[in-house]
């Protein structure tokens, strides 16, 4: 059976995304896309699942799982992808360079291209089955806006801008001397 490779056009990650790094439970990646790319993948899921139901054991049996996809609002679809060590999509720049640096802020706020495929599976039950997507690779447009900051890049008053100003400590006012702890009436003696 053909891969029908999809690339979605820009696209922002939204949440936690674990894409040069595992996280907890391996690597993912999950984003929002529109519903044109649903709209191709769910006539191509028919075709995908007639394949895979010529493959059932007891079609009369079989459990269809959801789609690898699911609306989040009005003509949105959130879309999730995960992966093993062996089955890393290539991640490049916007000049197709590879990126390497796993210390990239790749992140939630990142804007990136995806390029994925739809494949048939078969649970080893031999009467689940439905489709799911497999990440082909990523291309980096930019990344996270706030994801990470680079501390050597800002100078104080960049600093200052950040925060603004708000009611508290001032370098400018003499600083805070300490109460003296008050005295017992009484002294103990030590013995």
Same mark, same amino acid.
């Not at 709209?39 to 895979?52: P, Q």
């Not at 996809?69 to 992808?81: H, L, P």
């Not at 039950?125 to 997507?133: A, I, K, N, P, Q």
């Not at 706030?146 to 501390?151: I, L, M, P, S």
């Given at each position: 059976?053909?891969?029908?490779?999809?690339?979605?056009?820009?696209?922002?990650?939204?949440?936690?995304? %674990?894409?040069?790094?595992? +996280? /907890?439970? +391996?690597?993912?990646?999950?984003?929002?896309?529109?519903? @044109?790319?649903?709209?191709?993948?769910?006539?191509?899921?028919?075709?995908?699942?007639?394949? %895979? &139901?010529?493959?059932?054991?007891?079609?009369?049996? %079989?459990?269809?799982?959801?789609?690898?996809?699911?609306?989040? *609002?009005?003509?949105?679809?959130?879309? /999730?992808?995960?992966?093993? &060590?062996?089955?890393?999509?290539? =991640?490049?720049?916007?000049?197709?360079?590879?990126? @390497?640096?796993?210390?990239?802020?790749?992140? +939630?706020?990142?804007?990136?291209?995806?390029?994925?495929?739809?494949?048939?599976?078969?649970?080893?039950?031999? =009467? @689940?089955? +439905?489709?799911?997507?497999?990440?082909?690779?990523?291309?980096?447009? *930019? =990344?996270?806006?706030?994801? *990470?900051?680079?501390?050597?890049?800002?100078?104080?008053?960049?600093?200052?801008?950040?925060?603004?100003?708000?009611?508290?400590?001032?370098?400018?006012?003499? /600083?805070? =001397?300490? %109460?003296?702890?008050?005295?017992?009436?009484?002294?103990? &003696?030590?013995?």
């Amino acid at each position: 059976m053909p891969k029908n490779v999809h690339v979605t056009d820009e696209i922002k990650l939204e949440g936690f995304q %674990a894409i040069l790094e595992p +996280g /907890k439970f +391996g690597y993912s990646l999950s984003a929002v896309v529109d519903n @044109t790319i649903i709209d191709k993948l769910e006539t191509e899921r028919a075709d995908v699942l007639k394949w %895979a &139901e010529g493959k059932l054991k007891n079609p009369k049996r %079989a459990t269809l799982k959801p789609t690898p996809w699911e609306e989040v *609002a009005d003509g949105k679809y959130k879309i /999730k992808f995960s992966w093993g &060590e062996d089955k890393r999509p290539g =991640v490049v720049d916007t000049e197709g360079t590879p990126v @390497t640096d796993t210390k990239t802020p790749l992140y +939630g706020g990142s804007t990136v291209k995806l390029g994925f495929f739809q494949k048939p599976y078969i649970l080893r039950d031999g =009467v @689940t089955y +439905g489709s799911s997507l497999k990440l082909l690779g990523v291309q980096v447009i *930019a =990344v996270g806006e706030g994801a *990470a900051v680079d501390t050597d890049s800002m100078d104080e008053e960049q600093v200052a801008d950040m925060f603004g100003t708000t009611q508290g400590f001032r370098t400018s006012e003499p /600083k805070p =001397v300490a %109460a003296p702890a008050p005295e017992d009436e009484e002294e103990e &003696e030590d013995f």
